[in-house]
């Protein structure tokens, strides 16, 4: 296993003790929001470390390219879903939330896989909208970490970023099947 790969799996086992800081934080246990921003920005650094270091040092891999998105998906899913199960984060977020951001990755992936049974392997390239997506939605999970008052408008841009790469990744999958089938 490659140093980079090595990154992700450490994010991940990261993971478990975020959330349960989440879960246990409330106004009187501060420290425990502390820690959980912490460690979310410790994750946030892995996931930027981890593909520099495998694009320098050619240690790009299949297993990588499978369980480095799969843990931003988790951590980032995860996140809201326990961040709104908390009602003890203010501002924080709603309950709608959540089922909004996860439907989209949903869409994507089911997209991805109905695309490839029916036209054979197509590549899914990582796309503007879905990186813009990506760092705005952890952006929203570091306002909301913080307390900061910036949090709603954060998350009205998340929202409209997430609908925005929902559309992108549709045509984007809709003009690879109209190549396919002129050939």
Not at 111 to 134: M, Q, W
Request: proline letters at 5%.
């Amino acid at each position: 296993m490659t140093v980079a790969n090595h990154i992700t799996v450490a994010r991940m086992a990261l993971m478990p003790v975020f959330l349960g800081c989440v879960l246990g934080y409330s106004p009187d246990r501060e420290y425990f929001r502390h820690i959980a921003f912490a460690l979310y920005a410790a994750a946030a650094i892995s996931d930027i470390a981890d593909g520099n270091i495998a694009r320098y040092f050619g240690q790009v891999s299949r297993l990588g390219k499978r369980l480095d998105p799969l843990a931003d998906k988790l951590l980032i899913n995860l996140s809201f879903i326990f961040l709104a199960s908390n009602a003890h984060f203010d501002p924080g977020v709603p309950l709608w939330a959540p089922p909004v951001f996860l439907a989209r990755d949903v869409y994507i992936v089911l997209g991805a896989y109905l695309i490839n049974e029916r036209y054979g392997p197509f590549k899914v390239a990582p796309r503007l909208s879905g990186k813009t997506t990506t760092v705005l939605q952890m952006a929203t999970v570091i306002s909301v970490l913080l307390g900061t008052p910036l949090t709603t408008g954060v998350l009205a841009g998340t929202v409209a970023a997430t609908g925005w790469s929902a559309v992108d990744y549709f045509f984007a999958g809709y003009k690879q099947v109209q190549e396919r089938k002129k050939n």
